[in-house]
């Protein structure tokens, strides 16, 4: 079975920065496009980015994040990262890494079919 775990989480002061990271392990993850997804209470799950499995520009942001916001891969580790800069009250969240079915990335979480426990990410004023 696929798993991937999520870590890096925690409470921050606004204009703070966190690195999530999210450890695959049990099948492939290097050849698929994986992507950062978050959910705040009472709200529907976002897309937050994602990443293609090669190298090059093969990234998407949501606005919300976009130049704030870095995600980044290693493949021989089977990890992925969530860089977060000047970190914002309403980026308070449960943070999720998921696999894409395939190799380019997508915004819709349907199109994800591993998904990691989460993460907790609180931004304070």
């Known amino acids: 079975q696929g798993r991937l775990v999520e870590s890096g989480g925690g409470l921050v002061q606004a204009g703070g920065s966190l690195k999530l990271s999210c450890a695959g392990s049990?099948?492939?993850?290097?050849?698929?496009?994986m992507g950062w997804f978050r959910q705040a209470p009472g709200l529907e799950r976002e897309f937050v980015a994602a990443?293609?499995?090669?190298?090059?520009?093969?990234?998407d942001y949501a606005d919300s994040v976009k130049g704030r916001f870095i995600i980044s891969r290693d493949n021989a580790e089977n990890t992925v990262y969530l860089q977060m800069n000047s970190l914002k009250p309403e980026d308070t969240a449960v943070y999720y890494c998921a696999r894409n079915y395939g190799a380019t990335h997508s915004r819709r979480p349907e199109q994800y079919d591993y998904w990691g426990q989460g993460t907790q990410v609180t931004v304070s004023s």
């Open positions: 049990g099948r492939t993850f290097n050849t698929y496009a």
């Open positions: 990443i293609i499995p090669w190298s090059g520009d093969g990234t």
